[in-house]
């Protein structure tokens, strides 16, 4: 779980029901976003926990448009392409737009479906991944409403996330991106 300290108590109840969650975190101001994290241009993500780093780059949005066990597509936003010693990866939802939304660790078979985040980190000899028991939000202040026109497209937001590898170490990751879709 989260556990800033303004809305962890909250965090747990908002667990019950989706719309408590949504009610308590506007109104109280949950998980607000820190403005030193935010780049000028590009993404950037400062991890804590089992491990500390920063992932930064100039931030990337791709299509997949038949992707998927249903072949229903999705959306990647990370901070940048290929191997790197830290990465953010989310996978979003076809049809998602502006606004908060909660993140979590979907079984495979429903990949794309849900938002979801994985965080990678390369030792040098191995890639280790973090993707399990999620808790977070993603929120989007700009994203491309027509997925035919992604080059050019602002987008923008910013996120806060737990989640933890195979071994169940768990990390935290707070960060921000704005760029333009290539």
Do not use: C, W
């Not at 935010?38 to 448009?65: C, H, N, T, W």
Request: proline fraction near 5%; charge should be negative; charged fraction near 20%.
């Amino acid at each position: 779980m989260l556990q800033t300290k303004p809305g962890y108590l909250k965090f747990q109840a908002l667990l019950i029901g989706s719309t408590l969650m949504t009610l308590s975190i506007s109104d109280q101001g949950f998980a607000q976003f820190d403005t030193s994290i935010a780049p000028d241009v590009g993404f950037k993500a400062v991890i804590s926990g089992s491990y500390q780093g920063v992932a930064s780059g100039a931030g990337v949005l791709v299509l997949l448009p038949d992707a998927g066990s249903a072949k229903q597509g999705y959306f990647f936003l990370a901070d940048d392409r290929g191997l790197r010693p830290h990465g953010v990866t989310f996978v979003l939802p076809r049809g998602i737009s502006q606004g908060r939304h909660e993140l979590t660790s979907p079984s495979p078979l429903l990949i794309g479906t849900v938002p979801s985040v994985r965080i990678d980190r390369d030792t040098g000899t191995a890639i280790i991944a973090s993707d399990r028991n999620t808790s977070g939000f993603i929120e989007l202040t700009a994203f491309p409403a027509d997925e035919s026109r992604l080059a050019g497209s602002d987008v923008t937001g910013h996120f806060e996330l737990e989640t933890e590898n195979a071994s169940g170490q768990k990390i935290n990751v707070k960060g921000a991106f704005s760029f333009r879709a290539d």
